[in-house]
């Protein structure tokens, strides 16, 4: 048992957040989003962190709400030094929600915006982003091998 003035590693956590319908992956529109269903992105997610040495912790809601609570959260655990930041795909509140803008800003969390499609070369209406002026990065259309990219650039940040 080590003492009180012995310092013991703690490995810091990097969370994972998919936001509304990205729970239905995989099962349809595949062209837009692959084949992958969200536990293999859980999956994906969790050997990109074993690869880097951090712990990853993956959760979806299809509630706004908890988006923010758990945005809060996250803020409250990168202050105390066992989280790097958040990877956050937002789904359809992206184009609409300046709530989580404000709890991005409010948390003071670092957040990378992702999109597994290309946002941009779709509907006029996904071409804005609430998150992106709050986000440290975004990275868009690289399929949900992005996440893995953004969970790396959270290491490196
Ligand atoms: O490209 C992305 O990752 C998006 O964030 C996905 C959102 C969309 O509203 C954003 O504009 C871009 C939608 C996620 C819904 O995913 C589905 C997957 C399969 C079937 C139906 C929806």
Request: hydrophobic share 45%; glycine share 10%.
């Amino acid at each position: 048992m080590p003492g009180p003035s012995s310092q013991t590693f703690q490995m810091k956590t990097i969370l994972v957040l998919n936001g509304p319908n990205l729970n239905l992956l995989g099962t349809r529109e595949p062209a837009q989003y692959g084949h992958d269903t969200l536990p293999d992105v859980e999956r994906l997610c969790a050997e990109a962190g074993a690869k880097l040495g951090v712990a990853i912790e993956c959760r979806q809601t299809n509630h706004e709400g908890a988006l923010v609570d758990w945005l809060h959260e996250a803020g409250r655990e990168v202050a105390a030094g066992r989280m790097l930041g958040v990877v956050l795909n937002a789904g359809a509140y992206t184009h609409t929600s300046v709530a989580l803008h404000d709890a991005i800003k409010g948390a003071s969390v670092p957040v990378i915006e992702l999109h597994i499609s290309n946002v941009h070369a779709r509907e006029a209406f996904r071409h804005h982003s609430f998150i992106s002026p709050a986000a440290r990065g975004i990275i868009v259309g690289l399929g949900v091998k992005g996440y893995a990219l953004a969970i790396e650039a959270l290491t490196q940040l």
